[in-house]
């Protein structure tokens, strides 16, 4: 299996850009879950989707923020629009809900730079 | 509500053992995990106990757990270079409970010196 796959891999984009971050869990996984990683405040889960559906976006920081899982293979994730404060690793990691233990595979990461 | 703590630095010598702590506070957590992030990488599962055992032994690799303190422990035997990463506690609610979702600690960054 190819793990999860995250696209791009390094963002560089202005304030006031719109930023799409792109993720593919592994197939078969029905849980997915974005987080962003700072040296500040460390890693953050932002949403979390089961079986493509929202389960908790609390963890999203402002409307600029917005997930989307239009099927079991693929989500994205959107700010618009950016701002410096944005820039950040943003992690996708896939499950399967009930079976592994709960374990959560990881993408690479996409580095966001928001100049 | 649920947390995780940890120690943020480690320093050990190369051929030591390594010891990095970890207290959760969700009593009815059903697994309790290990996770590993080399620079500039996604974090990589190294281990997991499931809260009815005491310790898991994997290779070098040591886990303690304390249900009744809440208290977790991965040691690293022999500890080596390429073992300095940051390392995550997580734990989980399991089935039903949580949904799958885990909760991260701030993660140790364990430094070998040669």
């Known amino acids: 299996d190819a793990g999860v796959i995250q696209s791009p891999r390094h963002e560089v984009t202005e304030m006031g850009q719109e930023v799409t971050l792109r993720c593919k869990p592994i197939?078969?996984?029905?849980?997915l879950f974005w987080y962003r990683q700072t040296m500040m405040r460390g890693l953050e889960l932002l949403i979390y989707?089961?079986?493509?559906?929202?389960?908790?976006d609390s963890g999203m920081p402002e409307d600029r923020f917005s997930a989307k899982m239009p099927n079991a293979s693929f989500s994205t994730l959107k700010i618009q629009p950016s701002e410096p404060r944005d820039s950040a690793v943003y992690f996708c990691?896939?499950?399967?809900?009930?079976?592994?233990?709960?374990?959560?595979?990881f993408g690479p990461g996409t580095r966001l730079t928001v100049l | 509500g649920e947390d995780v703590e940890q120690s943020l630095f480690l320093s050990v010598r190369e051929g030591d053992s390594s010891v990095i702590n970890c207290t959760y506070t969700?009593?009815?957590?059903?697994?309790l995990y290990w996770y590993k992030q080399e620079p500039g990488a996604g974090l990589q599962l190294l281990t997991y106990i499931f809260s009815n055992m005491d310790m898991k032994q994997d290779q070098r690799l040591t886990v303690l757990l304390n249900k009744k303190d809440k208290h977790l422990s991965l040691r690293i035997a022999d500890t080596q270079t390429g073992d300095s990463a940051i390392y995550f506690c997580a734990e989980s609610s399991g089935y039903g409970g949580s949904q799958g979702n885990l909760i991260f600690g701030k993660g140790t960054k364990l430094s070998v010196k040669p």
């Open positions: 989707f089961n079986n493509n559906v929202p389960i908790d």
């Open positions: 990691a896939s499950s399967h809900l009930r079976r592994d233990k709960d374990t959560q595979y």
């Open positions: 197939s078969g996984h029905n849980s």
């Open positions: 969700d009593s009815s957590s059903t697994y």
